[in-house]
């Protein structure tokens, strides 16, 4: 079956660095891959999507890589700020449908 | 531009009970969604819609039932809630089904089941 992998533990950084996030997924092909912020309490916000043929997707301080091969996406916040502080959710599609992970959290440090 | 709501924003029901979560959306999207949110589970679907009139199910559609009778509204009953059920429900729309369009997401709705 179709599986998701996120890191559980929650990653705390200090401000100003750059914070990488783990996305694995297996069992299945995703033509486009989406990555999503949520903070406690409210729905999950979009951020980025990459698709199967890009390599590197960028947006503002943000930064996603998509490697088909090793069916892995990883996820960049440079120059963190204390505002950064949410859970990311990773959210492959393919089968017809999105499909997300259990999500990440960050916690930048002031 | 309100995007997505919900309604209620929270409730609590005793086992047994039919419950109607309502979803709106003023996006004029054709796709929209039921999620359901449990800790340590991620976010789970549970129903979707294509277009006003057609419904499939998601991974998790048992006990759950959904009706697109037009492009904005997408309400979801449950006909006899279970405290299984207990969760917070996130409603979405997308301007179609493939994996290029973005999700919207509304604020969600906390049900729980006595």
């Known amino acids: 079956s179709q599986k998701i992998e996120q890191n559980s533990e929650a990653l705390n950084i200090q401000e100003g660095k750059t914070a990488t996030l783990t996305c694995n997924y297996t069992n299945y092909s995703p033509a486009y891959l989406q990555w999503y912020r949520q903070d406690p309490g409210r729905g999950p916000v979009f951020l980025l999507l990459i698709r199967e043929n890009e390599k590197e997707k960028r947006k503002e301080r943000l930064k996603v890589t998509f490697d088909t091969t090793l069916k892995q996406s990883l996820f960049h916040i440079t120059a963190s700020q204390p505002a950064d502080s949410a859970t990311y959710l990773c959210a492959p599609y393919g089968n017809n449908r999105l499909a997300f992970g259990k999500g990440n959290q960050v916690v930048v440090i002031p | 531009i309100a995007g997505i709501t919900q309604a209620p924003t929270s409730q609590i029901l005793a086992a047994g009970r039919r419950m109607t979560l309502r979803c709106t959306q003023d996006?004029?999207?054709?796709?929209m969604y039921w999620y359901r949110q449990d800790l340590g589970l991620g976010l789970r679907l549970i129903h979707y819609s294509n277009t006003a009139g057609t419904t499939g199910k998601g991974e998790v559609p048992d006990g759950y039932s959904v009706s697109r009778a037009n492009t904005d509204d997408f309400p979801l009953t449950l006909a006899s809630a279970v405290p299984s059920q207990t969760s917070v429900y996130f409603c979405a729309s997308s301007e179609g089904l493939a994996g290029g369009h973005e999700q919207f997401f509304g604020p969600g709705t906390r049900l729980t089941v006595l």
């Open positions: 996006m004029r999207h054709n796709a």
